[in-house]
């Protein structure tokens, strides 16, 4: 067991390297000697996002967003530092020490997000152990013909018709059941009775992408449907579920789709699970239709080809007419898959067999194309706003020409008059950008390097010098009160530690100073003796100065004995 927090922050660092844990997110793509990735934190265009495992380190250099692992994991998923210790702690198995008051580390036993999750943990637990041991529920998933395989994964459970089951576990167990609410596992009548919020369904758990359950999504079983209940029951917003941000089954699919270097994108979870039985284990389905910026953002980020395997009912097509669009203009290339009316994925890998199946995604529609197809099924006026709109919207300009034309040629428009329009429309969006914002982009003047920049510069590559720094006198011609605390934190906590206690300009300051990217810490004494010049340099000047004001306070006399030291004091030097 871990003694300290310290000792358990190195050992979680030990066991779980910054590469890997990004590569849960992000497609790290060597350039050069680094690893770079589009920047999961601000959006861009060329990835500015680089991470090392040697140093243990991420570093954006167009946001300037900086840490290890545990800034990166609370970041990606809405937790603070503690938090972060607390997921990575038990993911890798290290033992939190009970008791860190005195270390500085926020003293909260459990945080509340960490409950959520616990409860979470617990529910399909429990609901897992209800799908093995009823009949009814058994009976349903055999005549689903889910493979037992594919319901272990996926953790598929039961939530039976007691309202009292899982309320009364949390009861048992101590959990704060307000909490449970909260999290939207229990509901609260008018009373103040708790009560189980799913009952009757078949229960799929939504995890992210580390494998942690935070939501649910339940299905009604039909022989037990009173006909009143939704078909789907799902979590809702929650302090620890964000639906927008989720893609169902990505933690299992996203091995496969770093490999294949492609991602199936389908509407339900019953899909998923189907196509992981047949083999197609780079599924995930997005948690609606409406495919929001988050998810898009996520996809971008774990793979530039896109299969998209929609019903071809009309919600089907909108929503693949809609995915389409959205991907297309960040340069992710996609292909959409529609099935038969009479059909959807379940059925068709089922009944008709996997030849079939893949008959029809050989004979997938280009994203592009699909648009098109659809297009022409609406007015021509409307064809033509949404092409502007699209083709203003693409992200990489050397795409803009070939969709362009693409779309021209496709729609039957002259290409020309499209283009015009695209840059019309754009001329009147940047008015209105620059009228909001009152003043046209300046360009960025590269900042000269103050001597506190200096200072602490050295200070944060050679933390082990700080001592040789304090008796150089470092410490006393900081002049930025900014500067003197960061120097103070730099003093009291180790390099391993300090990341959380440092604020974001501070930790994009600290790891820019020891990221892959700063030149190697070969020149030591050299870097040391630059320092001591600099403070040298600024100590003789205030001397100066202060000699200066002494001189014109005194009399004659005292002037010109003090001007012939003065002089002397510069020669010599
Ligand atoms: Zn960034």
């Known amino acids: 067991?871990?003694?300290?927090?310290?000792?358990?922050?190195?050992?979680?660092?030990?066991?779980?390297?910054?590469?890997?844990?990004?590569?849960?997110y992000l497609e790290l793509r060597p350039m050069g000697n680094r690893l770079v990735a589009p920047c999961p934190f601000h959006n861009e265009k060329t990835p500015s996002f680089t991470c090392s495992s040697e140093k243990g380190l991420y570093y954006c250099f167009g946001c300037q967003a900086a840490g290890d692992i545990f800034d990166f994991y609370g970041r990606m998923n809405g937790?603070?530092?503690?938090?972060?210790?607390?997921?990575?702690?038990?993911?890798?198995?290290?033992?939190?020490?009970?008791?860190?008051?005195?270390?500085?580390?926020?003293?909260?036993?459990?945080?509340?997000?960490?409950?959520?999750?616990?409860?979470?943990?617990?529910?399909?637990?429990?609901?897992?152990?209800?799908?093995?041991?009823?009949?009814?529920?058994?009976?349903?998933?055999?005549?689903?013909?889910?493979?037992?395989?594919?319901?272990?994964?996926?953790?598929?459970?039961?939530?039976?018709?007691?309202w009292q089951a899982l309320a009364d576990i949390f009861k048992r167990s101590g959990f704060n059941l307000d909490v449970a609410v909260e999290c939207g596992l229990l509901l609260k009548s008018k009373n103040g009775r708790y009560y189980d919020r799913f009952r009757n369904r078949l229960m799929f758990p939504i995890r992210d992408v580390n494998g942690r359950t935070i939501a649910f999504g339940g299905r009604v079983i039909p022989a037990l449907d009173d006909g009143e209940s939704a078909k789907y029951l799902n979590t809702n917003g929650t302090p620890i579920y964000k639906k927008s941000q989720q893609l169902f089954g990505l933690d299992l699919a996203r091995r496969s789709?770093?490999?294949?270097?492609?991602?199936?994108?389908?509407?339900?979870?019953?899909?998923?699970?189907?196509?992981?039985?047949?083999?197609?284990?780079?599924?995930?389905?997005c948690l609606g239709t409406s495919f929001p910026e988050e998810q898009v953002k996520r996809i971008t980020e774990l793979s530039k080809n896109v299969e998209l395997l929609f019903d071809g009912d009309n919600p089907g097509r909108e929503a693949a007419f809609k995915a389409c669009g959205k991907l297309l203009v960040k340069?992710?290339?996609?292909?959409?898959?529609?099935?038969?009316?009479?059909?959807?994925?379940?059925?068709?890998?089922?009944?008709?067999?996997k030849e079939v199946f893949e008959n029809l995604r050989a004979n997938s529609t280009e994203g592009l194309s699909f648009c098109i197809q659809t297009l022409k099924k609406r007015s021509p006026k409307d064809a033509v706003e949404w092409s502007r709109e699209?083709?203003?919207?693409?992200?990489?300009?050397e795409?803009?020409?070939?969709?362009?034309?693409?779309?021209?040629?496709?729609?039957?428009?002259?290409?020309?008059?499209?283009?015009l329009g695209v840059v019309e429309q754009k001329k009147a969006q940047n008015t209105r950008i620059n009228a909001q914002s009152g003043e046209s982009a300046k360009p960025a003047v590269p900042k000269k390097?103050?001597?506190?920049?200096?200072?602490?510069?050295?200070?944060?590559?050679?933390?082990?010098?700080?001592?040789?720094?304090?008796?150089?006198?470092?410490?006393?011609?900081?002049?930025?009160?900014?500067?003197?605390?960061?120097?103070?934190?730099?003093?009291q906590y180790g390099e391993d530690e300090i990341l959380p206690f440092l604020d974001e300009s501070e930790k994009a300051f600290w790891v820019k100073c020891r990221s892959a990217d700063a030149p190697p810490r070969n020149n030591e004494e050299g870097e040391l003796l630059a320092i001591y010049h600099l403070i040298q340099a600024k100590q003789k000047k205030s001397y100066v100065q202060s000699m200066v004001a002494a001189v014109r306070e005194s009399g004659e006399d005292a002037q010109k004995a003090y001007l012939r030291a003065l002089y002397a004091q510069g020669r010599n030097n």
Not at 6 to 21: C, G, N, P
Not at 99 to 109: E, I, L, V
Not at 470 to 483: F, N, R, T, V, Y
């Open 449 to 491: 390097k103050t001597a506190d920049a200096e200072i602490l510069t050295v200070a944060t590559r050679y933390p082990h010098r700080l001592q040789t720094l304090q008796e150089m006198g470092a410490d006393l011609i900081l002049e930025s009160p900014k500067a003197k605390v960061y120097w103070d934190k730099l003093l």
């Open 399 to 419: 795409l803009f020409q070939p969709m362009a034309t693409k779309l021209a040629l496709g729609l039957g428009i002259d290409e020309a008059e499209l283009r």
């Open 79 to 162: 937790m603070d530092f503690r938090e972060s210790l607390e997921a990575l702690a038990e993911e890798t198995g290290v033992e939190l020490p009970r008791f860190q008051k005195a270390d500085g580390f926020a003293p909260k036993q459990v945080s509340h997000k960490q409950e959520m999750m616990k409860m979470h943990e617990i529910a399909a637990h429990h609901f897992r152990k209800n799908l093995q041991q009823s009949e009814i529920a058994g009976k349903y998933v055999a005549e689903r013909q889910i493979a037992e395989e594919v319901l272990e994964r996926f953790g598929i459970g039961f939530s039976t018709d007691s």
């Open 1 to 24: 067991m871990a003694r300290t927090s310290r000792d358990a922050i190195a050992e979680i660092k030990a066991k779980l390297s910054m590469v890997d844990l990004a590569r849960r």
């Open 390 to 397: 699209f083709l203003g919207q693409i992200e990489m300009p």
């Open 257 to 285: 789709v770093t490999a294949q270097k492609s991602i199936m994108i389908t509407e339900g979870y019953m899909d998923v699970l189907t196509l992981y039985q047949f083999g197609y284990t780079n599924a995930v389905a």
């Open 331 to 353: 340069g992710i290339s996609c292909r959409v898959v529609l099935f038969p009316p009479s059909d959807d994925i379940d059925s068709l890998l089922k009944e008709k067999g």
